[in-house]
């Protein structure tokens, strides 16, 4: 498979990078339409190690938008910190996907807002919410789970899946009060009367929850503060990362990898990473892929932009995947001039130039053009 910048229509933002590695590295990929009729080119960018946070996440998502010129919208897919209740049962391996009842924004950005005299803190972090587009295509996976249709499911039952990220037999969350006793990951120093007593399951994948996500500058390790703050927003788990991405129009996708208490470990994390991804996939998936060439672009036009080697050699680049595209094309033929599929394919292509060029004549003007 071979694409070039303007093929990317989505940008998909992970928290966790693998290779230890200060550069901003994009991978390509291709996600499949459940009809069978379609598919999305995506790029797919890590946050530098030792760089998480908001500010990271912002960079990232605006070296995106300055590289591909055709982006309409984002997902940001990793891990948090869980949060559980009586009422909704969050537990490690579990999905939560940032949205909200009122149609508001599904992210809560907690820490912003003011201090007044004599006055509790008063929180004013709201963040901007998913495109409609990505909104109804949760609503659409939603209503296929009730209908006990769980792509997810299969996806992490995969012999590939289960190999990078099995399913970790033991979930302990201890009562708010009790610390962590001995430093280290493992609990098995913690006492085991202080757990806490939670119904049993009668499934063991994951279970996919709805509501807003909080987002910060810290990690949370306070079961008090997070309890706090779940009464206070309703918020199903802690982040770091989607607060920066205001500009960013996307949907926050994270797995719960561990409780926002002292007992944090990393067992859960590569489960909760792949379950994240696995149902990010599964709502692509049911997003049209023309619904999605219609949204206008995203992306960054400055007037300093378009110049500089490294933009140049990305031309040159380009220009090569395109002589080779179409070395690679059938010949036109009298008889197929027309009708065949090498003829429309050139007529979409030229479409496509067409488009490109006078979006290009829309943002020269220099600044912010949003198309």
């Not at 007044?116 to 296929?144: C, E, H, P, W, Y």
């Amino acid at each position: 498979m071979v694409l070039i910048l303007e093929d990317i229509q989505i940008g998909w933002i992970c928290a966790l990078t693998i290779e230890a590695s200060t550069r901003r590295i994009y991978t390509y990929g291709r996600i499949n339409l459940k009809t069978g009729d379609g598919f999305h080119n995506i790029a797919i960018a890590q946050l530098p190690l030792a760089e998480t946070g908001k500010a990271s996440a912002a960079t990232v998502a605006k070296d995106m938008r300055r590289t591909f010129p055709n982006i309409k919208f984002g997902l940001m897919v990793g891990i948090a910190g869980g949060i559980w209740s009586c009422g909704i049962d969050v537990r490690l391996g579990d999905v939560v996907v940032g949205v909200s009842d009122d149609n508001g924004s599904g992210v809560i950005q907690y820490d912003h807002g003011k201090y007044l005299q004599d006055s509790a803190f008063v929180q004013r972090g709201m963040m901007n919410k998913a495109s409609k587009l990505l909104r109804t295509a949760v609503g659409i996976v939603q209503r296929n789970h009730m209908c006990k249709i769980r792509d997810y499911v299969t996806s992490l039952n995969s012999p590939k899946i289960r190999r990078f990220a099995h399913r970790p037999a033991h979930d302990y969350l201890f009562e708010p009060r009790y610390t962590h006793k001995v430093k280290g990951r493992s609990c098995r120093y913690c006492a085991s009367d202080r757990l806490r007593n939670r119904p049993k399951r009668s499934f063991t994948y994951p279970a996919i929850h709805y509501g807003p996500i909080a987002s910060g500058d810290a990690v949370i390790k306070d079961a008090l503060f997070a309890q706090t703050i779940q009464e206070e927003h309703g918020v199903l788990c802690f982040e770091m990362e989607a607060a920066g991405l205001d500009a960013f129009p996307c949907l926050v996708i994270r797995g719960i990898s561990d409780y926002a208490d002292t007992h944090k470990n990393d067992d859960w994390h590569p489960y909760a990473a792949a379950a994240a991804a696995a149902y990010a996939k599964e709502v692509l998936a049911v997003v049209p892929s023309t619904a999605v060439a219609q949204l206008p672009s995203i992306a960054i036009r400055s007037k300093n932009l378009h110049t500089g080697p490294a933009y140049m050699a990305s031309l040159r680049e380009q220009e090569q995947i395109r002589q080779m595209r179409a070395s690679q094309k059938p010949k036109l033929t009298s008889k197929n001039l027309h009708t065949g599929p090498a003829y429309i394919a050139s007529l979409r292509e030229q479409e496509q130039t067409r488009q490109y060029r006078e979006s290009k004549k829309r943002g020269k003007g220099g600044g912010c053009t949003v198309m």
